[in-house]
C-alpha cells in the first residue's frame, strides 16, 4: 500500500487514519499493541505522529493487512526479523512507486 501523505514534522490521527483507509480506533488499538509506535501528545492529549511513526505503521499495515499476520505474529516478526522486514518492505514500497510512475506514462501516452 503507498501512503500519499504530504512532507510534514507530525500528522494528526486523523490525517494517519484517512492515508491508511482504516479508523482512528485502529491506528490507537495499534499504538496500545506496538511499543515502535510512539506518537507525541500535545497539552489536549491529541497525538501527533511522526514519519518514523508513519513507516511503522505501514510496515504494521503491510505484516497484518496485507500479508495476513496476526497481531502476535507481526509483534514477534518485528522483534526478530526488523532488519530483513524492512529491505525487504523498502524494496516492495520503491516498486509500487515505480509501478505508479509507469502506470501514469502509460496512461499519458
Known sequence: ???DLPEKRYYSIGEVADAFEVNTSLIRFWEKEFDVLKPKKNAKGNRKFTPQDIKNLQLIYHLVKERGFTL?????HLKEDKSKTLSTFDVIQKLEKV????????NQL
Do not use: P, V
Open 72 to 76: 502476535e505474529g507481526a509483534k514477534l
Open 99 to 106: 509501478k505508479a510512475e509507469l502506470i501514469k506514462i502509460k
Open 1 to 3: 500500500m503507498h501512503i
